[in-house]
């Protein structure tokens, strides 16, 4: 198929290394969807975003509605100053995907898609009205 070669360079001496160090900084007024998310990876993700400065994150999925908002974990980004929306449907249905939009409220200021099924959606096609 193809092949990868690597060269050691001949000095021991250590290769410079610098850190880096990218400042990321959210938009507050806007929100961040995410498509599906309430698993092991889209929590860590949340988590980060909410860390970053998102301080409003809806999760959007066919099972979204049923998670209370009692659940430890829409409570814990709340104590830290963000607001939760879980909405309830189906990301292949473009009348589902306009109705989340409707209900966020506010501009979305990024789509994540945190789903176990993944593919093209209508959401997809909705981002060219996102600013």
């Keep these: 198929m193809g092949k990868i070669v690597v060269t050691m360079p001949e000095s021991s001496d250590p290769l410079p290394v ?3 160090h990218s400042n990321i900084s959210l938009r ?3 929100a961040y969807l995410f498509i599906g998310g ?6 860590a993700v949340a988590t980060w975003l909410v860390e970053n ?3 409003k994150l809806v999760f959007f999925s066919r099972s979204a509605g049923d998670v209370p908002h009692s659940d430890p974990y829409i409570q814990e980004l ?3 100053g963000c607001s939760v929306q879980t909405i309830s449907g189906d990301v292949s249905r473009s009348d589902d995907v306009d109705a989340a939009f409707e ?4 501009p979305v200021g990024g789509v994540l898609e945190a789903s176990m099924a993944l593919g093209v959606s209508p959401t997809c ?3 060219q009205q996102c600013h």
């Design 28 to 30: 507050a007024d806007r």
């Design 78 to 80: 709340e104590a830290q």
């Design 125 to 127: 096609l909705r981002l």
């Design 53 to 55: 400065g998102a301080r």
């Design 18 to 20: 610098s850190p880096s």
């Design 38 to 43: 309430l698993g092991g990876l889209g929590r």
């Design 103 to 106: 209900a966020i409220g506010m």
